[in-house]
Protein backbone atom coordinates (compact mmCIF):
# COMPACT_ATOMS: atom_id res chain seq x y z
CA UNK A 1 0.00 0.00 0.00
CA UNK A 2 2.91 2.64 1.08
CA UNK A 3 4.30 1.37 -2.50
CA UNK A 4 0.93 2.17 -4.20
CA UNK A 5 0.93 5.90 -2.53
CA UNK A 6 4.62 6.69 -3.25
CA UNK A 7 3.72 6.12 -6.97
CA UNK A 8 0.53 8.23 -6.69
CA UNK A 9 1.98 11.07 -5.07
CA UNK A 10 5.00 11.03 -7.93
CA UNK A 11 2.51 11.14 -10.77
CA UNK A 12 0.76 14.00 -9.06
CA UNK A 13 4.06 16.05 -8.22
CA UNK A 14 4.54 15.50 -12.12
CA UNK A 15 1.12 16.68 -13.38
CA UNK A 16 1.46 20.00 -11.31
CA UNK A 17 5.24 20.78 -12.26
CA UNK A 18 3.28 20.24 -15.98
CA UNK A 19 1.38 22.51 -15.45
CA UNK A 20 2.98 25.21 -13.56
CA UNK A 21 5.33 24.98 -16.97
CA UNK A 22 2.57 25.02 -18.74
CA UNK A 23 1.37 28.32 -16.82
CA UNK A 24 4.79 29.92 -17.22
CA UNK A 25 5.25 29.04 -20.87
CA UNK A 26 1.38 30.63 -21.37
CA UNK A 27 2.45 33.56 -19.54
CA UNK A 28 5.54 33.78 -22.21
CA UNK A 29 3.31 33.87 -25.36
CA UNK A 30 1.09 36.48 -23.99
CA UNK A 31 4.09 38.52 -22.94
CA UNK A 32 5.03 39.04 -26.96
CA UNK A 33 1.99 40.51 -28.83
CA UNK A 34 1.52 39.14 -32.24
CA UNK A 35 1.68 41.63 -34.71
CA UNK A 36 0.16 40.61 -38.20
CA UNK A 37 1.79 43.41 -40.26
CA UNK A 38 5.02 42.72 -39.01
CA UNK A 39 5.14 38.97 -39.27
CA UNK A 40 4.38 39.35 -43.12
CA UNK A 41 7.26 41.80 -43.71
CA UNK A 42 9.36 39.82 -41.98
CA UNK A 43 8.17 36.80 -44.45
CA UNK A 44 8.21 38.98 -47.25
CA UNK A 45 11.98 40.00 -46.46
CA UNK A 46 13.57 36.76 -45.64
CA UNK A 47 11.44 34.60 -48.23
CA UNK A 48 11.69 34.70 -51.80
CA UNK A 49 10.22 37.63 -53.42
CA UNK A 50 8.40 38.70 -56.87
CA UNK A 51 9.37 42.30 -58.53
CA UNK A 52 7.79 44.34 -61.42
CA UNK A 53 10.73 44.93 -64.10
CA UNK A 54 11.16 48.01 -65.71
CA UNK A 55 11.00 47.25 -69.34
CA UNK A 56 14.37 49.47 -70.83
CA UNK A 57 13.50 52.07 -73.62
CA UNK A 58 16.07 51.14 -75.69
CA UNK A 59 15.93 47.84 -77.18
CA UNK A 60 16.63 46.43 -80.39
CA UNK A 61 17.06 43.33 -82.30
CA UNK A 62 19.99 43.51 -84.59
CA UNK A 63 19.72 47.59 -83.85
CA UNK A 64 16.30 47.71 -85.11
CA UNK A 65 14.88 49.45 -82.46
CA UNK A 66 11.88 47.92 -80.77
CA UNK A 67 9.02 50.79 -80.99
CA UNK A 68 8.15 50.77 -77.46
CA UNK A 69 5.84 53.72 -77.07
CA UNK A 70 3.28 51.47 -78.36
CA UNK A 71 1.38 50.36 -75.82
CA UNK A 72 0.74 46.88 -77.25
CA UNK A 73 4.28 46.15 -77.90
CA UNK A 74 5.13 47.38 -74.45
CA UNK A 75 2.93 44.77 -73.23
CA UNK A 76 4.45 42.04 -74.94
CA UNK A 77 7.92 42.84 -74.36
CA UNK A 78 7.14 43.08 -70.66
CA UNK A 79 5.26 39.66 -70.94
CA UNK A 80 8.93 37.98 -72.10
CA UNK A 81 10.65 39.69 -69.82
CA UNK A 82 8.46 38.46 -66.78
CA UNK A 83 7.99 34.97 -68.14
CA UNK A 84 11.65 34.13 -68.96
CA UNK A 85 13.41 36.19 -65.77
CA UNK A 86 11.02 34.38 -63.40
CA UNK A 87 11.81 30.50 -65.10
CA UNK A 88 15.17 30.65 -62.88
CA UNK A 89 16.03 26.91 -63.59
CA UNK A 90 15.72 27.71 -67.28
CA UNK A 91 17.39 30.86 -67.28
CA UNK A 92 21.04 29.60 -65.22
CA UNK A 93 20.97 26.69 -68.23
CA UNK A 94 20.70 29.22 -70.62
CA UNK A 95 24.23 31.07 -69.23
CA UNK A 96 25.67 27.84 -68.88
CA UNK A 97 25.18 26.81 -72.38
CA UNK A 98 25.96 29.83 -73.87
CA UNK A 99 29.56 29.77 -72.73
CA UNK A 100 29.72 26.52 -73.89
CA UNK A 101 27.93 27.02 -77.96
CA UNK A 102 28.17 30.64 -78.60
CA UNK A 103 31.83 30.51 -78.88
CA UNK A 104 31.09 28.04 -81.96
CA UNK A 105 27.61 30.10 -83.50
CA UNK A 106 29.41 33.87 -83.19
CA UNK A 107 32.12 33.58 -85.08
CA UNK A 108 30.32 31.64 -87.89
CA UNK A 109 27.22 34.33 -87.85
CA UNK A 110 30.16 37.09 -88.29
CA UNK A 111 31.76 35.19 -91.03
CA UNK A 112 27.98 35.52 -93.21
CA UNK A 113 27.26 39.22 -91.96
CA UNK A 114 24.63 38.01 -89.41
CA UNK A 115 24.59 40.23 -86.68
CA UNK A 116 25.29 38.81 -83.59
CA UNK A 117 22.02 39.15 -82.18
CA UNK A 118 20.72 35.69 -84.09
CA UNK A 119 22.30 33.84 -81.70
CA UNK A 120 20.21 34.49 -79.08
CA UNK A 121 17.62 32.91 -82.16
CA UNK A 122 19.44 29.21 -81.48
CA UNK A 123 18.30 30.19 -78.01
CA UNK A 124 14.47 30.31 -78.01
CA UNK A 125 14.47 27.65 -80.58
CA UNK A 126 16.53 24.49 -78.60
CA UNK A 127 17.35 26.03 -75.48
CA UNK A 128 20.69 24.95 -77.29
CA UNK A 129 19.95 21.75 -77.24
CA UNK A 130 19.63 19.28 -79.63
CA UNK A 131 16.20 19.44 -79.53
CA UNK A 132 13.29 17.72 -81.24
CA UNK A 133 9.75 19.58 -82.66
CA UNK A 134 6.85 17.48 -83.61
CA UNK A 135 7.13 19.02 -86.95
CA UNK A 136 10.47 17.05 -87.60
CA UNK A 137 12.88 19.89 -86.90
CA UNK A 138 16.14 18.90 -84.95
CA UNK A 139 19.17 20.59 -83.55
CA UNK A 140 20.02 23.57 -81.97
CA UNK A 141 18.85 25.47 -84.97
CA UNK A 142 15.65 23.02 -85.56
CA UNK A 143 16.01 22.63 -89.38
CA UNK A 144 13.32 20.95 -90.97
CA UNK A 145 14.63 17.63 -93.20
CA UNK A 146 13.72 19.59 -96.80
CA UNK A 147 15.32 22.98 -95.65
CA UNK A 148 18.76 21.01 -94.25
CA UNK A 149 18.41 18.84 -97.83
CA UNK A 150 18.38 21.92 -99.90
CA UNK A 151 21.32 23.23 -98.05
CA UNK A 152 23.66 20.46 -98.75
CA UNK A 153 23.18 18.59 -95.47
CA UNK A 154 22.88 14.59 -95.37
CA UNK A 155 19.91 13.89 -93.70
CA UNK A 156 18.64 10.48 -93.19
CA UNK A 157 18.83 7.75 -90.49
CA UNK A 158 22.60 6.76 -90.73
CA UNK A 159 23.86 10.31 -90.50
CA UNK A 160 21.94 13.71 -90.13
CA UNK A 161 23.88 16.73 -90.15
CA UNK A 162 21.01 18.99 -88.68
CA UNK A 163 22.90 17.64 -84.96
CA UNK A 164 26.04 19.26 -86.40
CA UNK A 165 26.47 22.80 -84.66
CA UNK A 166 29.17 23.93 -87.06
CA UNK A 167 27.02 22.79 -90.67
CA UNK A 168 23.78 23.63 -89.03
CA UNK A 169 24.84 27.10 -88.17
CA UNK A 170 25.84 27.82 -91.85
CA UNK A 171 22.66 26.65 -93.09
CA UNK A 172 20.34 28.85 -90.65
CA UNK A 173 22.95 31.46 -92.00
CA UNK A 174 22.11 30.82 -95.56
CA UNK A 175 18.31 30.93 -94.33
CA UNK A 176 18.48 34.38 -92.69
CA UNK A 177 20.84 36.02 -95.80
CA UNK A 178 17.56 34.83 -98.45
CA UNK A 179 14.98 36.38 -95.59
CA UNK A 180 16.35 39.70 -95.21
CA UNK A 181 17.30 39.82 -99.20
CA UNK A 182 13.77 39.32 -99.77
CA UNK A 183 11.61 41.25 -96.68
CA UNK A 184 14.31 43.64 -96.21
CA UNK A 185 14.84 43.80 -92.65
CA UNK A 186 16.71 41.60 -89.79
CA UNK A 187 13.20 41.43 -87.75
CA UNK A 188 11.34 40.16 -90.25
CA UNK A 189 14.21 37.65 -91.60
CA UNK A 190 14.20 36.30 -87.83
CA UNK A 191 9.96 36.08 -87.56
CA UNK A 192 10.56 34.18 -91.14
CA UNK A 193 12.51 31.92 -89.14
CA UNK A 194 9.53 31.17 -87.18
CA UNK A 195 7.23 31.19 -90.01
CA UNK A 196 8.98 31.00 -93.06
CA UNK A 197 9.58 33.48 -96.02
CA UNK A 198 6.23 32.97 -98.02
CA UNK A 199 4.32 33.05 -94.45
CA UNK A 200 5.77 36.36 -93.70
CA UNK A 201 5.28 38.09 -96.93
CA UNK A 202 1.99 36.93 -97.40
CA UNK A 203 0.08 38.48 -93.94
CA UNK A 204 2.48 41.57 -94.69
CA UNK A 205 0.69 41.92 -98.31
CA UNK A 206 -3.00 41.06 -96.70
CA UNK A 207 -2.91 43.56 -93.76
CA UNK A 208 -0.97 46.31 -95.91
CA UNK A 209 2.22 47.26 -93.36
CA UNK A 210 5.85 46.76 -93.83
CA UNK A 211 7.34 45.97 -90.39
CA UNK A 212 6.89 43.04 -87.32
CA UNK A 213 5.45 45.20 -84.87
CA UNK A 214 2.49 46.09 -87.12
CA UNK A 215 1.61 42.15 -88.21
CA UNK A 216 -1.18 40.58 -86.49
CA UNK A 217 0.35 36.92 -86.49
CA UNK A 218 -0.45 33.89 -84.59
CA UNK A 219 1.16 33.06 -81.00
CA UNK A 220 4.21 31.42 -81.65
CA UNK A 221 5.77 33.82 -83.92
CA UNK A 222 4.03 36.89 -82.63
CA UNK A 223 6.18 36.34 -79.49
CA UNK A 224 8.96 35.18 -81.42
CA UNK A 225 10.83 38.42 -81.80
CA UNK A 226 9.83 39.60 -78.10
CA UNK A 227 11.32 36.38 -76.97
CA UNK A 228 14.47 36.44 -78.67
CA UNK A 229 15.13 40.26 -77.32
CA UNK A 230 13.88 39.12 -73.90
CA UNK A 231 16.79 36.78 -73.99
CA UNK A 232 19.63 38.88 -75.24
CA UNK A 233 18.78 41.42 -72.27
CA UNK A 234 18.82 39.03 -69.67
CA UNK A 235 21.70 36.79 -71.03
CA UNK A 236 23.58 40.27 -70.98
CA UNK A 237 22.43 41.90 -67.35
CA UNK A 238 22.68 39.10 -65.46
CA UNK A 239 22.66 40.78 -62.52
CA UNK A 240 20.23 42.98 -62.91
CA UNK A 241 17.64 40.23 -63.18
CA UNK A 242 19.24 38.34 -60.24
CA UNK A 243 20.91 35.48 -61.91
CA UNK A 244 23.95 35.11 -59.52
CA UNK A 245 26.78 32.56 -60.64
CA UNK A 246 30.83 32.65 -61.15
CA UNK A 247 32.40 31.24 -64.22
CA UNK A 248 32.97 28.10 -62.60
CA UNK A 249 29.49 27.31 -62.66
CA UNK A 250 29.31 27.80 -66.50
CA UNK A 251 29.88 25.07 -68.90
CA UNK A 252 32.86 24.84 -70.69
CA UNK A 253 33.98 23.89 -74.19
CA UNK A 254 35.96 20.31 -74.40
CA UNK A 255 39.05 20.76 -76.66
CA UNK A 256 38.62 18.50 -79.55
CA UNK A 257 40.82 17.24 -82.26
CA UNK A 258 39.32 15.53 -85.96
CA UNK A 259 39.87 12.53 -87.76
CA UNK A 260 39.31 11.91 -90.93
CA UNK A 261 36.87 9.34 -91.85
CA UNK A 262 36.50 8.57 -95.71
CA UNK A 263 35.49 4.37 -95.46
CA UNK A 264 32.50 2.69 -93.53
CA UNK A 265 33.12 2.36 -90.24
CA UNK A 266 31.22 -0.72 -88.70
CA UNK A 267 31.47 -0.49 -85.24
CA UNK A 268 31.95 3.04 -83.10
CA UNK A 269 32.73 1.74 -79.98
CA UNK A 270 35.93 -0.42 -80.84
CA UNK A 271 36.40 2.99 -82.93
CA UNK A 272 36.29 5.24 -79.98
CA UNK A 273 38.26 2.92 -77.83
CA UNK A 274 41.19 3.58 -80.26
CA UNK A 275 41.10 6.86 -79.50
CA UNK A 276 41.08 6.46 -75.65
CA UNK A 277 37.65 7.14 -75.35
CA UNK A 278 34.22 5.27 -74.95
CA UNK A 279 30.98 5.34 -77.43
CA UNK A 280 28.83 7.72 -75.16
CA UNK A 281 31.85 10.34 -75.48
CA UNK A 282 31.88 9.69 -78.88
CA UNK A 283 28.20 10.25 -79.62
CA UNK A 284 28.41 13.21 -77.18
CA UNK A 285 30.79 15.41 -79.43
CA UNK A 286 29.26 13.72 -82.67
CA UNK A 287 25.81 13.88 -82.03
CA UNK A 288 24.98 13.77 -86.29
CA UNK A 289 26.44 9.92 -85.70
CA UNK A 290 22.78 8.64 -85.77
CA UNK A 291 23.50 4.70 -85.60
CA UNK A 292 26.21 2.78 -84.14
CA UNK A 293 28.04 2.37 -87.55
CA UNK A 294 28.65 4.95 -90.84
CA UNK A 295 27.15 3.34 -93.63
CA UNK A 296 29.54 5.75 -96.42
CA UNK A 297 28.75 4.02 -99.27
CA UNK A 298 29.28 6.75 -101.43
CA UNK A 299 32.95 7.34 -99.27
CA UNK A 300 32.65 10.56 -98.23
CA UNK A 301 35.02 12.45 -96.48
CA UNK A 302 33.30 13.03 -92.64
CA UNK A 303 35.33 14.99 -89.49
CA UNK A 304 35.03 13.04 -86.31
CA UNK A 305 35.34 15.12 -83.33
CA UNK A 306 37.51 13.79 -80.67
CA UNK A 307 37.97 15.01 -77.28
CA UNK A 308 41.87 16.11 -76.46
CA UNK A 309 43.08 13.43 -73.65
CA UNK A 310 42.28 14.52 -69.57
CA UNK A 311 39.14 15.94 -70.36
CA UNK A 312 37.06 12.73 -69.49
CA UNK A 313 37.64 9.54 -67.12
CA UNK A 314 37.65 6.67 -68.87
CA UNK A 315 37.47 3.25 -67.80
CA UNK A 316 39.10 0.41 -69.45
Not at 132 to 156: C, D, F, H, K, Y
Not at 191 to 216: F, H, K, M, P
Not at 260 to 281: C, H, L, M, P, S
Request: net charge neutral; hydrophobic share 40%.
Amino acid sequence: MTIIKNILAAIGLVCVSGLFIFAVQSDKVDEIPYDHDVAETSKMINDYNVYALSVPDDLNFAGEAMPLNDPDILERMDRELLVNTYWQSNGLLMFKRAEKYFPIIEPILKKHGIPEDFKYLAVIESGLTNAVSPAGARGVWQIMPATGRENGLEVNSNVDERYHLEMATEVACKYLLKSKEALGSWTLAAAAYNAGNAGVSRRLNEQNVSNYYDLLLGEETGRYVFRIVALKEILGNPTKYGFNFTSEDLYKPIPTYKVEVDTAVTDFTKFAQRYGINYKILKIHNPWLREPKLNNKSRKKYYIEIPKEGFYSVKP
